[in-house]
């Protein structure tokens, strides 16, 4: 990359089942055919001591209160901030399956309150994009069975989606919204388009914080 041009900092987010991984998958796919530096992520990231305790709690296999676990999801993003931040800053662009929003939405659909749940995000790196899938959580349940995990639930991600709904809003400059119920191929080329124009327009932009 040409010296002082950063990467892009973009996330995914959405219920279970909306396509992240696949339409994740794709955007990285692109990028590397165009030459474009880039690493695909995600939170929770399992294989630090934190996101070893964070993978016990998903699989059922530990007991956490509800505080604890959202607190070791945001350090668990936390203690990856300094390496995210460097990537970036070295010109590589990030794709994200996950961040901060999935962090409040979870917590907020279990009744805790939302400005605490958000509160420990803050000073995180701002995502320069979040392409949000949605899809009504009875459709996404239709896809198929939901897996074993703790919150893979239709009930429940119906209640996460509201939280989504709910950031989405507030956050529209920089919050995409998708019907994650379209075909890969067509949601894959509205993000690809929108990735295009992106790259170009942050990369002599500073990195943002959470706020
Ligand atoms: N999840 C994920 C949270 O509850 N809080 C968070 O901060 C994050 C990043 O973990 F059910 C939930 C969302 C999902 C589960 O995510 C595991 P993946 O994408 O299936 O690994």
Same mark, same amino acid.
């Given at each position: ?5 950063? =990467?892009?900092?973009?996330i995914?987010?959405g219920? *279970? ?5 696949t339409?994740?998958?794709l955007?990285?796919?692109?990028? %590397? ?5 880039v690493?695909a992520?995600n939170?929770p990231?399992?294989?630090s001591? /934190?996101?070893?305790v964070?993978?016990?709690?998903? #699989?059922?296999?530990k ?5 604890? /676990?959202h607190?070791?999801?945001?350090a668990? !993003? ?7 931040? +460097?990537?970036?800053?070295? =010109?590589?662009t990030?794709? $994200? ?5 999935? =962090? $409040?939405a979870?917590?907020?659909a279990k ?5 605490w ?5 803050r000073g995180?790196? %701002?995502p *320069?994009a ?10 996404l349940a239709? !896809?198929? +069975?939901?897996g074993?995990? !703790?919150?893979?639930?239709a009930e ?6 509201? $939280? ?5 809003s507030?956050e529209?400059s920089?919050?995409h ?9 067509d949601?894959?080329?509205? /993000?690809?388009? /929108? ?8 990369a #002599? ?6 706020s």
């Amino acid at each position: 990359m040409s010296a002082g041009k950063r =990467g892009a900092l973009i996330i995914f987010e959405g219920c *279970d089942r909306s396509g992240k991984t696949t339409q994740s998958r794709l955007l990285v796919e692109l990028l %590397k055919s165009k030459d474009v530096p880039v690493q695909a992520m995600n939170f929770p990231e399992r294989s630090s001591n /934190i996101g070893q305790v964070i993978n016990s709690y998903l #699989t059922n296999s530990k007991d956490l209160s509800d505080e604890v /676990i959202h607190l070791m999801f945001s350090a668990n !993003r936390w203690e990856h901030m300094n390496q995210l931040k +460097q990537k970036l800053l070295e =010109g590589k662009t990030l794709i $994200v399956d996950r961040y901060s929003y999935s =962090g $409040v939405a979870y917590s907020a659909a279990k009744g805790l309150d939302f400005d605490w749940c958000y509160a420990p995000e803050r000073g995180l790196l %701002k995502p *320069d994009a979040v392409f949000y899938l949605r899809a009504p959580a009875s459709d996404l349940a239709s !896809r198929g +069975q939901y897996g074993e995990e !703790r919150y893979e639930k239709a009930e429940f991600q119906e209640r996460v989606a509201k $939280v989504f709904d709910r950031i989405c809003s507030k956050e529209a400059s920089y919050w995409h919204q998708f019907d994650a119920s379209q075909p890969a191929e067509d949601l894959h080329a509205q /993000i690809a388009s /929108i990735t295009d124009e992106l790259l170009p327009k942050v990369a #002599t932009q500073p990195l943002d914080k959470l706020s």
